[in-house]
């Protein structure tokens, strides 16, 4: 299983950014997307998740400004941001958690390769 993100880039303070996620390869379940990131020095921290179930959680950092989809049916995730500050920027990182690629095959938790996502002020 592998998780591919998308929609990093440079945006001007204020602005809006997309991001997206799709889990590919043999999934038989995976119970929580979402989004972390990671800026030059700091620790990765969160920014927004999801569960099946539609349980969401937001940084602090970013409530009011930033949407998460539920997970669409081919386990897809968007993180929609508003408002960008340049404290937001950082490499963006897509997560999967509790990954089964068979009823048998448990994954656990799975990265994304990271997406950069640069505020200019």
């Known amino acids: 299983v592998q998780l591919q993100a998308s929609g990093g880039g440079l945006v001007q303070a204020g602005g809006s950014l997309t991001l997206s996620c799709q889990a590919t390869?043999?999934?038989?379940?995976?119970?929580?997307m979402g989004w972390y990131r990671q800026a030059p020095g700091k620790q990765r921290e969160l920014v927004a998740t999801v569960t099946t179930g539609g349980t969401i959680n937001y940084a602090d950092s970013v409530k009011g400004r930033a949407a998460i989809s539920d997970i669409g049916a081919k386990y897809t995730v968007t993180l929609r941001m508003n408002g960008l500050k340049p404290e937001d920027t950082a490499v963006y990182y897509c997560?999967?958690?509790?990954?089964?690629?068979?009823?048998?095959?448990?994954?656990?938790?799975?990265w994304g390769q990271g997406t950069l996502v640069t505020v200019s002020s």
């Open positions: 997560h999967a958690d509790r990954v089964y690629s068979s009823i048998r095959s448990y994954l656990g938790s799975i």
């Open positions: 390869g043999t999934i038989f379940s995976i119970n929580l």
